[in-house]
């Protein structure tokens, strides 16, 4: 399907794709106050961009709380972004310094790493709480 739509060969190796995946993972979940603060920061935007297609004060006000959600959510999948293209970077410096098979492997080392890291500072954030 995706052939009769173009009209050239678009190879996507499926390591690569893994890789990037991986290493994308491992710093949104090792940068996670990171990613919450870049969410907050597009949700704003979004939140500010919107009120400028609205002439009515009372039609704004009267479709806040969705549009809000709506943005959110919609933040939520941005946010992602930043994080892919640092993993694409990573994955391309540990293909180019270590191979293929090499960028794959740290990118699930880092994965798992990331997510002890990730488990323990919110476990020491819960006990800080309580």
Do not use: C, H, K
């Given at each position: ?7 050239f ?11 990037v ?13 990171v ?35 709506q ?17 694409w ?41 309580e």
């Amino acid at each position: 399907m995706l052939r009769d739509l173009l009209s050239f060969r678009l190879a996507i190796d499926p390591t690569t794709v893994a890789s990037v995946g991986l290493w994308a993972l491992a710093l949104y979940l090792g940068f996670s106050p990171v990613s919450d603060w870049v969410m907050e920061q597009i949700s704003r935007w979004l939140n500010f961009a919107e009120r400028s297609l609205y002439t009515s004060q009372a039609e704004f006000e009267r479709t806040r709380i969705a549009r809000e959600a709506q943005n959110s959510f919609y933040a939520s999948l941005l946010s992602v972004v930043p994080f892919v293209l640092a993993g694409w970077g990573l994955s391309y410096l540990s293909d180019i310094s270590l191979g293929r098979s090499w960028s794959v492997s740290m990118g699930i080392v880092s994965v798992i790493g990331a997510a002890v890291y990730e488990l323990g500072r919110r476990d020491g954030q819960a006990s800080d709480e309580e």
